[in-house]
């Protein structure tokens, strides 16, 4: 199968025929446990935290699209963060990049702190800064790439270099572009991580994690980890996350190709601060995104020039659902500074330019031309808002 495209892997790989039927989907299998024929013999299962057919077949697929050897899933994808950052023992150091996911930034800052391991938060696009930020103890190097809100994006094969050079390992988070857009094991990442709450499951309708990893040493921790710690992904959510994957490709194509438009329509928008998306051209991160990845992705972020009126704007936008998440089916807006970063003090929401004025878009398979008069209109409105108020 290996010599196919990724986009033909989503539906034939090694799961895509039911061995035991020759169903086309696999079998959902709850049993908990599993009797064993033998006394001294046991079969491939015994029990489900350490292994079920069900997730068999997630993990070998996404390890499959990734271009890895073994594969992970879990529960949510705080879940593969967590567990995978349990490689580090006490008195570690962890380089990490400093507009990590939230949960992210909450897992090192408040729980891996009370075990003894210590980290630095590093901007991963300053390549002297990194160089400069390794300690005689850091382990391990963190990145999140196109980064949330604000879409900066690292160069993974030169911090993957620094960090070899530092006998560290290299996570990554994924989730924003998935294998098909991005294959961070290709780069040289020793371990990749997803919430496939986005947009490998795709319906916003389960929360999942997965890893994967290229390497039989490590393959051994994580599993060690993943059922030590127990946090697996439940085989109906197995079913759901590989469903979903079978349509990724025309899913992120629809949506790609809709969120250039929208890039390229806000940024010459009258009424729109500034757009960031690396697909565009004149995004300062544009070269680095389109060596490593097929193109930009599905989210975007862009800031209104009335930001006093963001209000009215949210409230006249009709098609986007308003919540956090992003990845799905439908286009989802969410406001960073009172969602995924709701806990940072405005201060520093201001200085990291997470403005008042900046919404995040995540855009989904609606029409392109009804996104942009959606948009416009909601535009209009903050301007009329702002008019009225200044007349006032
Ligand atoms: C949502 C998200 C997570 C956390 O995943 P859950 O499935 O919600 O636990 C981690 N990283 C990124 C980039 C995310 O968007």
Redesign the pocket.
């Known amino acids: 199968m290996s010599d196919f495209s990724t986009q033909t892997k989503l539906l034939h790989n090694a799961y895509s025929v039911d061995k035991a039927s020759n169903g086309v989907s696999v079998p959902i299998q709850h049993a908990s446990t599993f009797h064993q024929h033998d006394f001294t013999q046991f079969g491939q299962y015994d029990y489900a935290r350490s292994g079920n057919p069900t997730r068999d077949a997630l993990e070998t697929t996404i390890a499959e699209l990734e271009g890895g050897s073994h594969g992970f899933a879990f529960s ?4 593969a ?1 967590s567990t995978s950052l349990m490689l580090l023992s006490s008195g570690d150091h962890l380089l990490i990049t400093e507009d990590v ?1 939230g ?2 930034y909450r897992f090192v800052t408040e729980v891996l702190s009370r075990f003894g391991i210590e980290h630095t938060f590093v901007d991963m696009t300053n390549l002297e800064e990194v160089e400069q930020s390794f300690q005689p103890n850091t382990k391990a190097v963190f990145i ?1 790439t196109p980064s ?1 809100p604000l879409l900066k994006v690292t160069d993974i094969r030169a911090v993957t270099g620094l960090a070899k050079q530092n006998d560290c390992l290299t996570l990554i ?1 994924n ?2 572009l998935t294998p098909l857009l991005q294959q961070p094991l290709h780069e040289g990442v020793d371990v990749v991580i997803h ?1 496939a ?2 947009f490998l499951a795709g319906h916003s309708d389960v ?3 997965l890893v994967v990893v290229n390497n039989e040493q490590l393959a051994e921790q994580i599993g060690f980890l993943q059922n030590s710690c127990g946090a697996i992904l439940g085989p109906q959510d197995c079913w759901l996350v590989m469903r979903g994957i079978k349509t990724l490709h025309a899913r992120l194509r629809q949506s790609v190709e809709t969120t250039y438009q929208l890039a390229e329509f806000l940024d010459q928008h009258p009424l729109i601060e500034r757009v960031y998306y690396p697909g565009l051209a004149s995004n300062d991160y544009y070269a680095v995104q389109a060596k490593q990845a097929a193109n930009g992705g599905a989210v975007l972020s862009f800031e209104i020039k009335h930001a006093e009126a963001i209000e009215q704007f949210v409230d006249s936008m009709q098609i986007p659902v308003f919540a956090v ?2 990845g799905a089916v439908e286009s989802i807006l969410s406001y960073p500074r009172r969602m995924s970063h709701g806990a940072m003090p405005d201060d520093q929401c201001d200085q990291r330019g997470i403005t008042k004025g900046l919404l995040r878009l995540s855009v989904g398979l609606e029409q392109a031309e009804e996104l942009k008069a959606d948009l416009d209109q909601a535009l209009q409105v903050t301007a009329a808002a702002c008019a009225a108020s200044d007349s006032a």
């Open positions: 949510s994808g705080m879940a963060v996911y949960g992210t999140e949330n988070d989730t924003f919430s709450t986005k929360v999942a994690g998440s992003l």
